[in-house]
């Protein structure tokens, strides 16, 4: 998708890449700086890293983007103590009925699943969670979850 810049920038100053994404830029007939998102940075920001799969339309990509924002929790086999984060697509999320742990103000937040979500019946937060939680500066007020965005201070 291309974007006209009508205020391209002044003679010697450099260009700003907006939301961090590598940009090309051409002028066209007019001399009006045409910047347009590469391929390569669209294409890293909606291949799904758990499966590979990318999206063929701007519709899908959209989704794609919005499935990727979430943050899958999975036990760490590495050691009893750890979490691993995973993102994952529409195409290979875990279909094993995962938990969601949502923020009380703005309702984001990680989901669980596998054995993370079946500890979770009891009502309680397994412990590695509720560190997990904390190391991203969640705040866990009795059964209320506020994330680093919305907790109070």
């Known amino acids: 998708m291309a974007l006209l810049d009508p205020y391209p920038p002044a003679a010697g100053q450099p260009e700003e890449a907006s939301s961090g994404a590598e940009l090309a830029a051409t002028r066209d007939n007019s001399g009006s700086l045409r910047r347009m998102d590469s391929l390569a940075a669209t294409s890293s920001r909606t291949r799904c890293p758990s499966c590979g799969w990318l999206p063929d339309d701007e519709r899908q990509r959209a989704r794609q983007r919005q499935d990727l924002m979430v943050t899958w929790l999975y036990p760490d086999p590495s050691g009893p103590e750890e979490l691993r984060t995973h993102q994952h697509c529409a195409r290979c999320q875990p279909t094993r009925c995962p938990v969601g742990l949502d923020c009380v103000i703005c309702g984001d937040g990680p989901l669980l699943s596998g054995d993370l979500a079946v500890a979770t019946e009891s009502g ?22 506020y994330c680093p965005s919305c907790r109070p201070r």
């Open 124 to 145: 309680e937060l397994p412990d590695t969670v509720r560190r997990w939680l904390n190391r991203q500066d969640w705040q866990v007020i009795g059964a209320a979850l």
